[in-house]
């Protein structure tokens, strides 16, 4: 069966989409072949071109890169960096992240807008991090966005899917892929939210926190790949208040 991710007109096999933020750059390239993975992030402060140490030089050959704009306050700042991104050979995949709020770090949606639009026109790919609202989502895809990327829980924090019943109005709503970014804490949590119906997981913190960040990589490639192929079986039924016997209860033997 041929099941591909489609983003702005790009084909992946994977839908597994690795936040490179805090990896070691040595351990870059293990965790991505481990996990499967064809898109990754990069904060353009770590590809520095020249520099002694440049993220570019650790990303195996054949991917994808989704330069972000974090440190980004504001549209304009956004933009700036997605620019910038361009310049530096990056590609034209931007994942827009506007966070003002130092505390929390939740995505300003209003602003994300904005630096879609902008984005957009200029021919990016752009992936806008959001919190996950539907008015908010479909202003994105009436800006350009090709695909959108609401957080399943505050960044960091691997609490999991704690906006998983909003997640969920936006894959029934929105017709582009909804990509989970920020918060999946276990290959579980990612594959429930795979369940869903959601198009890929982006994961960062899960991984590389752990013991084990490249075996951790492949536990994420397994659950993302199980959790879309049961959605794609289509889930059994839930039944409410009784059992239902999974098989006959007739035609028992007579004494």
Not at 19 to 48: H, P
Not at 161 to 188: H, M, N, Y
């Amino acid at each position: 069966m041929i099941d591909k991710l489609i983003i702005g007109g790009h084909e992946f096999r994977s839908r597994f989409i690795l936040g490179s933020g805090k990896f070691s750059l040595e351990m870059t390239d293990a965790v991505i072949k481990n996990g499967g993975v064809e898109m990754a992030t990069l904060a353009i402060r770590r590809a520095n071109m020249g520099g002694e140490e440049n993220i570019l030089d650790y990303m195996p050959q054949g991917i994808t890169l989704l330069p972000n704009t974090s440190g980004a306050r504001n549209a304009q700042e956004a933009v700036r960096i997605a620019r910038l991104a361009r310049e530096l050979g990056c590609g034209d995949f931007v994942k827009i992240e506007v966070v003002h709020d130092s505390k929390y770090l939740l995505p300003d949606n209003y602003e994300t807008i904005k630096a879609t639009e902008i984005l957009a026109k200029e021919g990016f790919v752009v992936m806008p991090y959001m919190y996950p609202d539907l008015n908010a989502a479909r202003d994105m895809v009436n800006a350009g966005a090709a695909a959108i990327m609401p957080l399943g829980a505050p960044i960091g924090s691997n609490k999991g899917l704690c906006t998983r019943e909003f997640i969920k109005i936006l894959v029934e709503e929105i017709q582009l892929p909804i990509i989970v970014d920020a918060g999946i804490g276990r290959p579980s949590q990612a594959c429930e939210a795979m369940e869903l119906g959601v198009a890929a997981i982006m994961a960062n913190t899960a991984i590389a926190t752990a013991s084990d960040a490249a075996l951790m990589a492949s536990a994420f490639k397994l659950a993302i790949e199980s959790g879309r192929m049961a959605y794609l079986a289509g889930l059994g039924r839930v039944v409410e208040h009784k059992a239902v016997a999974s098989s006959p209860l007739t035609g028992f033997l007579e004494d």
